[in-house]
């Protein structure tokens, strides 16, 4: 064991500041934090914390933060373990993959958490990297990281597990990896929970069925779930989109609980509450379209199950995502031709 | 015959505009407008209208101007036809039928021309005011009307017809009252196109094929018609729902021309246009989802007729109208419970 492990953090969302925090509070682990947007802030000032789990922090930095994953291995540093908690955007110029991509060429032996929604994400992982240990997170943390002030509302719940890898022959190795990083992850008091996860696919199939039908709708309409609910949506939308779910995972060789479907229905009653996807469509940044609904579409194609409401959950959000592309400059259109000068005051009748 | 034909229009949109001028200036009619928003301006500096039909005139004030229907009737007067082009929204506060009750039932003899999209919007009429002649109005038109300037860059293009309707015993005079309509609004020299429309229904049928697939997705996605192509719409989400129309329609006795769909894929190529539903959108009005959605939804459901396509697009737009609603104090939701304090914010892992 090294005196301790050297951690290299890629996202840094109040999710990610919260792990390195609970890294480094452990006392197990140093921890190497890319800060792409804010990087000046946190590495000079550092972070204000609020936390129910840790008190009010004035001021907090990592070991050590830099601005890209170039710089962190600049100096041919060696990382044990490649946390990621960046949103996973296939369909973005840089997809999750690439850029850790330097850093794991660089580290062969790292092992890497991708703590991030969806289905089929580790994946592009296992074709770019073969021989990485890839493990899953899924997290359920209420947390906000606004101008590296980080507020965590809810205490860190997550459940991590070793994602099935043909690139590995040593797969005690994955499991004692695993088990070393919930060693150095899972406080001592109980004040984070931290479960070993031992059919992450499972509880991937499982989260899909509140993401796939929630956080899509309510991202296609700019309503919270509980205005979502109001609106007659619970059996309308969600309940078949749950279904559809639920016959995907079975065709996938996953047979998901009778009850999730009503307890998802459930789990935000009352909470007008905003869903990722909701937020970032409010703040025109990708959404996770891909993970979330493309990738159990692409299995339920290819396994001949039916998922029209699925199917048009998809393909609207990819009108979405065009949408948002297009604002952010990633995609250009020209429409200089457009026929109509004040088309948004047009009395149109089509 | 009168001297001139009294006509009350109801809707003053570009549209209403359009055809209480074309009535007056073929001069076989005396046009009272009713102005619900931008009354003062009308009635007092009148309309500056640019046509390709007309040409540019300065300032044109109708007949009469009445800023609500009450005003129109408050000294007995007569009306041979009521010619509405507001939104068809029976879902609002103030569905058309109940904007037209009091000069309907003051004016029992009246014809009514509903000049809107979507299909079975005469059936209201036909169950609250039995007797009265009811005439469908299919209209396509490029035209604004902004603060009382109108702006018209197509020509006028009409189709009218008899809505079928069972409360009226002499058919022949309904066909009589659509001929003298047609014969008020049609301009000498074919300056607009007026078309007698001998199955309005088949036509609403028809217009469905693009208003049910092209105008609700672009509401739904912020995008105009040719950006939504771009994005990949035409296969995965407009030719499935045009295909659930022309299902629907069969259903209901009519068989839609096979090249229907092809043309209305298409009609739209390269026009960047924005569809009246979107443009409803993003103005905060709300939409004609049930007479463009709902209404050939529920046939659907009664002839068992199987529409999944369809049926998230209702349910999206249901919500979408939600948030139009509550946005326009028309709804109120109590979210003072809600969780967390800045949800936009949020780093939301669910």
Chains 1, 2 share one sequence.
């Not at 289905?119 to 021989?131: M, S, V």
């Not at 994955?174 to 509880?203: Q, W």
Request: proline fraction near 5%.
């Amino acid at each position: 064991m090294p005196s301790k492990y050297k951690v290299l953090l890629v996202g840094s969302g109040a999710l990610g500041v919260v792990a390195a925090y609970t890294l480094e509070y452990n006392g197990f682990a140093e921890v190497t934090v890319v800060v792409r947007s804010g990087y000046k802030k946190a590495s000079t000032e550092g972070y204000k914390i609020d936390s129910i789990q840790f008190g009010k922090i004035e001021s907090w930095k990592p070991s050590r933060v830099v601005p890209n994953v170039e710089e962190a291995i600049a100096n041919g540093e060696v990382y044990d373990y490649i946390f990621t908690s960046v949103k996973n955007l296939p369909d973005s110029p840089t997809p999750c993959e690439q850029i850790l991509e330097p850093v794991l060429k660089a580290n062969t032996k790292a092992t890497v958490i991708l703590c991030q929604n969806g289905l089929d994400i580790e994946k592009p992982f296992l074709e770019k990297f073969p021989g990485h240990v890839i493990l899953s997170c899924v997290s359920l943390i209420g947390c906000t990281n606004i101008d590296c002030v980080v507020n965590q509302m809810t205490p860190d719940n997550v459940q991590i597990g070793v994602f099935e890898n043909p690139t590995i022959k040593d797969k005690e190795e994955a499991e004692r990896k695993l088990d070393e990083f919930i060693s150095i992850y899972k406080m001592e008091n109980g004040k984070n929970v931290v479960k070993k996860d031992v059919n992450p696919r499972l509880t991937r199939w499982q989260k899909l069925v509140y993401n796939a039908a929630i956080n899509t709708s309510t991202a296609l309409t700019d309503l919270d779930c509980s205005r979502a609910a109001m609106a007659g949506c619970k059996e309308s939308i969600w309940r078949p989109i749950m279904r559809e779910i639920y016959a995907i995972a079975k065709s996938d060789g996953y047979i998901l609980p009778p009850d999730l479907e009503e307890n998802m229905l459930r789990i935000s009653d009352g909470l007008f509450y905003t869903p990722s996807m909701l937020v970032d469509v409010r703040l025109n940044r990708m959404v996770e379209v891909e993970v979330i609904v493309g990738n159990p579409l692409r299995i339920a194609q290819r396994n001949g199950v039916d998922a029209p409401h699925l199917s048009m959950t998809y393909h609207l959000l990819k009108m979405v995502q065009f949408r948002i592309m297009e604002k952010q400059k990633i995609i250009t259109v020209d429409d200089s031709v457009r026929e109509f000068k004040n088309p948004d005051a047009q009395d149109n009748v089509l």
